[in-house]
């Protein structure tokens, strides 16, 4: 059966025999459960902004090559037939002479070396050279990224599992007590409001399971966008062991922090990039000398052409005056060198601050932890006390209710204070860089790891496949738009 989705204004159609796919696997359960190790090696293989960075290299690479190639001498080759009649002249008695022959074919090898260009050429190489490495760095920063998506997401959705458990069990026991108090309030043996504050008890617990539910869809669904697959794809996780992070040292972050962000190396090869960017233009107020070479050979020349010819020549050129041309050119070059030295600072503080909140993040949850398994105690002794209070007729149903309620807000602050400790430990190794290793491994918090694969696996759909998918394709033009 079909399936539309309306996103915004655009209606989002997937194609019916995925939709079959996912929804069959729905209906049977037939998804196996996945590792975080399964849900990180499936989003480094599938997820489109790694491919895209990929792509963003390969496209360096090219430009390397370019500029590489372009201070070398180039060699062409050229070929030339003309078609023409033949004229013959006669001069005194002799014989006839060709003074504009027939059909000629000419071969010609040219070669063209700049020697020297103000050092543009040595510019743009270094430059080249740094948008490949700057590419390199882009691309690990996108890895990096892509492997914080997956684990928080991973974390996120366990949190709403776990919370989901949390609260049936809260409905369950707040159900039974409903009946209890109900029952009870129908043979005479507790007043009304007994059981009108259990009905509100098991109404807040009934909303405790649906927020639980929604955080699990929305976590699922973060995680099947990461791993680039479909939202109706159905997903199931494993468990992690419990694992508390203490907070690190804050100096000692900063530092790893400094020598590990990708996006810091990648952006000191873009302010290298400006820098030379701004000798390139300047190349524009020293000379240029060129060396070009010719020959050429001739099929069918008449008596007065050459057969053979060649030439060697040596150019020199100044530029003296173009109007503030090469003067703006430089300026402007200067400006984003300028630009880019401030966005540097931009990004150092915006990590520094990542770093910081991450660290005291780690630190607030580790205590939270502790306070909460304490909590934890106290609410489950509170609760036995009085429920026995309440059977030997020495309490109040409303004291028993509470204690319910603080039993079971006790349990979710618990469960939120480990996986915000989980979280936070997520934010400072990706405000770190420290999901890739110097190795070239990817690192989890599992302490497990997995090799770095070469290149994305996934190509992605083709641009019209894409496009048609998404209900993006342009309306039909009607033949006749007049009538």
Request: net charge negative; glycine share 8%; with cysteine.
């Amino acid at each position: 059966m079909a399936k539309r989705w309306l996103v915004g204004v655009a209606l989002v159609c997937l194609p019916l025999r995925a939709m079959a796919d996912d929804a069959a696997a729905a209906a049977t359960g037939d998804t196996q459960p996945m590792s975080l190790l399964d849900c990180v090696q499936e989003a480094l293989v599938h997820n489109p902004d790694i491919g895209a960075s990929e792509q963003a290299l390969r496209k360096a690479l090219g430009n390397r090559q370019q500029a590489d190639g372009a201070g070398l001498p180039g060699l062409d080759f050229g070929y030339t037939e003309i078609l023409q009649r033949e004229n013959k002249r006669v001069f005194g008695a002799g014989p006839p002479i060709v003074t504009t022959p027939g059909n000629l074919r000419s071969f010609q090898l040219k070669s063209d070396w700049v020697l020297y260009s103000g050092g543009a050429l040595t510019a743009n190489r270094q430059i080249a050279r740094a948008a490949q490495a700057a590419a390199g760095h882009q691309l690990d920063a996108a890895v990096n990224g892509v492997v914080g998506d997956t684990v928080r997401a991973y974390l996120q959705l366990l949190r709403g599992q776990e919370l989901k458990g949390v609260a049936d069990q809260a409905v369950t026991q707040a159900t039974e007590q409903v009946k209890v108090a109900t029952d009870s309030f129908n043979v005479g043996a507790v007043p009304k409001v007994n059981m009108l504050r259990a009905e509100a008890a098991r109404q807040n617990t009934l909303q405790q399971q649906l927020q639980a539910d929604h955080g699990i869809a929305l976590a699922g669904a973060s995680l099947n966008a990461v791993m680039g697959r479909s939202q109706l794809t159905p997903v199931k996780v494993t468990p992690l062991a419990r694992h508390l992070a203490e907070a690190p040292e804050l100096l000692d972050s900063l530092k790893l922090a400094v020598a590990q962000r990708p996006e810091l190396k990648a952006n000191q090869k873009a302010i290298e990039i400006n820098r030379q960017a701004v000798l390139a233009a300047r190349a524009g107020y020293l000379p240029t000398a060129t060396l070009s070479g010719t020959g050429t050979h001739t099929v069918g020349a008449g008596q007065f052409q050459l057969k053979d010819n060649w030439q060697v020549v040596f150019a020199l050129q100044l530029n003296l005056w173009d109007w503030g041309v090469t003067g703006g050119k430089v300026r402007s070059a200067d400006a984003d060198y300028q630009a880019e030295r401030r966005r540097f600072e931009r990004l150092m503080h915006n990590i520094e601050l990542q770093v910081w909140q991450s660290v005291l993040s780690i630190g607030e949850a580790r205590k939270r932890v502790d306070a909460a398994q304490a909590e934890v105690e106290a609410a489950r002794q509170a609760l036995a006390i009085e429920e026995l209070r309440y059977k030997s007729g020495e309490g109040i149903y409303l004291e028993l209710l509470d204690a319910r309620t603080a039993a079971t807000q006790a349990e979710a602050d618990l469960v939120g204070a480990y996986y915000d400790n989980a979280l936070a430990e997520a934010e400072w190794l990706a405000a770190t860089g420290g999901w890739l290793a110097e190795s070239g491994e990817v690192r989890l918090p599992t302490d497990q790891a997995l090799p770095r694969p070469a290149h994305s696996e996934s190509q992605g759909l083709d641009y019209p496949t894409l496009r048609h998918q998404y209900g993006l394709d342009a309306p039909a033009t009607p033949a006749n738009p007049g009538k």
